[in-house]
């Protein structure tokens, strides 16, 4: 009896002793490579993909909330956007992957509720947002309770996390974009086969192409939780191709009438998907609506009130003039457009 209970004690001890050297090296793990943004970021490689960025955008603003008095709300188009580059202001730039209106005015409630008062906020407002069933906001479960983030102990002694460092070490990133050391994002090289080239005749886009613009309400609403601020709101980027096989599908004008309600609950509006040298650039964008940091910051300097001739604004002419002036802009593209697509055809089948 007395030596079964021995071995049993040692037996518990060996497998305590087990676990807890497992726990440690998770944590360790966790910790060099910190998927999740909790430390310094990835110490190993210096690179970290945006596995969970509802959750990462918050673990590194909040210890230093005070620092910042601007804020930058958007989509993964949004991530690329230098948020150093906003002259005048310390910005954060809170944008993740598939963010829409409804995530961003619960994070505005958040942040509000924690006392944080920017002097200005920047707004990506994403144009799918608009077209086809309302998608549920998808937010940590603290931030509809108001509570604090996750502990780095709950978050690093967990296999999901683990999972993360696991896939950032081995390059197995879930988009094409990654953040470096300074939490600057940027996107991944890709060869040219993988690169964005649109050929042949513009064809309207696939359904659902169905538009709602009574979403405009979720960005105007988010733009009222900071009456302090001074509000600029912006679309990035997106290729004319893309615009254009939109605008064949008849919906159109009801996204640009959603915009002009937005614009007009913003103390600044601007429109960069229009044809220019920007968007109709193939090199700079993998998919056409993904440009790259050195687009963005051209994207930047105009927000910060230079280079405007890259966008369309809306406050320095009435709504149906921006209008017209943006179909005119669209009909010269999609003729320019149509015109090379069968100079190419008549030049093959010679």
């Not at 804020?71 to 002259?87: D, H, M, Q, W, Y």
């Not at 202001?89 to 005015?105: I, K, T, V």
């Not at 009130?305 to 320095?316: E, K, P, Y």
Request: aromatic share 12%; net charge neutral.
């Amino acid at each position: 009896m007395g030596k079964s209970t021995a071995r049993l004690r040692t037996y518990i001890s060996w497998l305590s002793a087990s676990a807890f050297v497992i726990a440690a090296a998770c944590f360790l793990v966790n910790c060099l490579v910190d998927p999740l943004w909790y430390l310094r970021g990835n110490v190993l490689t210096g690179i970290n993909y945006p596995f969970n960025e509802r959750l990462e955008k918050l673990n590194r603003f909040l210890p230093r909330m005070r620092d910042y008095d601007c804020v930058i709300f958007g989509t993964s188009r949004a991530t690329l956007l230098p948020e150093n580059e906003i002259k005048g202001y310390h910005c954060f730039n809170m944008a993740f992957s598939d963010g829409q209106a409804s995530e961003y005015l619960l994070y505005g409630h958040y942040l509000r509720q924690r006392g944080f008062a920017p002097r200005l906020v920047i707004v990506d407002v994403k144009r799918e947002e608009f077209i086809g069933p309302a998608q549920a906001p998808e937010v940590p479960d603290f931030i509809r309770t108001g509570d604090a983030p996750p502990s780095i102990f709950e978050a690093y002694l967990s296999l999901d996390a683990l999972d993360f460092s696991i896939r950032t070490l081995r390059g197995d990133s879930p988009h094409h974009r990654y953040y470096d050391r300074n939490f600057a994002v940027n996107l991944e090289v890709r060869s040219k086969r993988h690169r964005y080239n649109p050929t042949g005749p513009i064809t309207p886009m696939p359904p659902p192409f169905d538009v709602h613009p009574e979403r405009a309400a979720l960005y105007i609403k988010l733009r009222q939780e900071f009456p302090m601020a001074h509000a600029i709101g912006y679309i990035p980027p997106e290729s004319p191709w893309r615009i254009a096989a939109f605008g064949l599908t008849g919906g159109l004008d009801a996204y640009l009438a959603a915009i002009g309600q937005i614009a007009g609950a913003y103390d600044e509006f601007l429109n960069f998907s229009i044809p220019s040298p920007i968007t109709e650039s193939k090199q700079d964008t993998y998919d056409g609506s993904h440009y790259s940091r050195a687009v963005n910051m051209r994207v930047a300097a105009a927000l910060s009130g230079s280079h405007r001739d890259l966008a369309i604004d809306w406050r320095q002419a009435d709504a149906p003039a921006v209008i017209a002036d943006y179909h005119e802009r669209f009909a010269q593209f999609v003729a320019t457009a149509d015109r090379a697509a069968a100079d190419s055809n008549d030049g093959a089948k010679q």
